[in-house]
């Protein structure tokens, strides 16, 4: 990616899911390998415009307690619920190797191995068991979700724009067994 496109954009680092408490006190789901990392590339903000000065309070069921700067009551916490905080992507160290920002994946055409399109990446999501790629197929326009891993997905070229896919064989027999239906 170039730079002038990585400083434009706003990378989500974590959402505000619910007031804690009266004191205007925020649970906030970090999106940060360690989530105490999420005030570490500066100042947070909507995206829009709105600055978010907050302290990392502790942590509860996996979530961080956060207090934000002028936030003194949990009514002014609740309307808060689903704002989305993120930095410039210039602020973000490089990945690594064979490591990716979610932000990078979205939109990616996937290919397979003969060229041929499959879909595009509409979203990734990560339950607890590790990263699920979401393609909107371009046959059909279904959205599947598959396990992002090497074997799934053995090439990104985010210069290109593409995410190569080996399917699993349950998807090969899936898309057969549509095939053979609307052939008969």
């Known amino acids: 990616m170039n730079d002038s496109a990585q400083q434009s954009k706003h990378v989500v680092l974590g959402v505000i899911t619910a007031p804690h ?10 999106f940060t390998s360690d989530p105490a990392d999420l005030t570490a590339y ?8 709105t600055v978010y000065a907050l302290r990392i309070k502790g942590e509860a069921k996996g979530l961080l307690i956060a207090q934000i700067d002028g936030v003194n009551d949990r009514n002014t916490a609740e309307r808060l619920r689903g704002t989305e905080l993120g930095v410039d992507a210039s602020r973000l160290p490089e990945p690594d190797e064979d490591e990716y920002y979610i932000e990078d ?16 990446v509409t979203a990734v999501h990560n339950f607890g068991a590790g990263d699920i ?11 599947e979700q598959l396990l992002f891993n090497h074997d799934t997905f053995p090439t990104i070229d985010l210069t290109a724009g593409t995410i190569t896919i080996t399917p699993p064989e349950y998807i090969l ?11 008969a």
């Open 21 to 30: 408490g009266v004191r205007g006190q925020v649970k906030i789901k970090s």
């Open 42 to 49: 500066g100042e947070l903000s909507d995206g829009k415009g």
């Open 105 to 120: 994946l979205i939109g990616l055409v996937v290919t397979q191995a003969n060229g041929e399109t499959y879909g595009r």
């Open 173 to 183: 027999a899936k898309d057969s067994e549509r095939n053979e239906e609307s052939h």
């Open 133 to 143: 790629i979401e393609i909107e197929r371009a046959s059909d326009n279904k959205r």
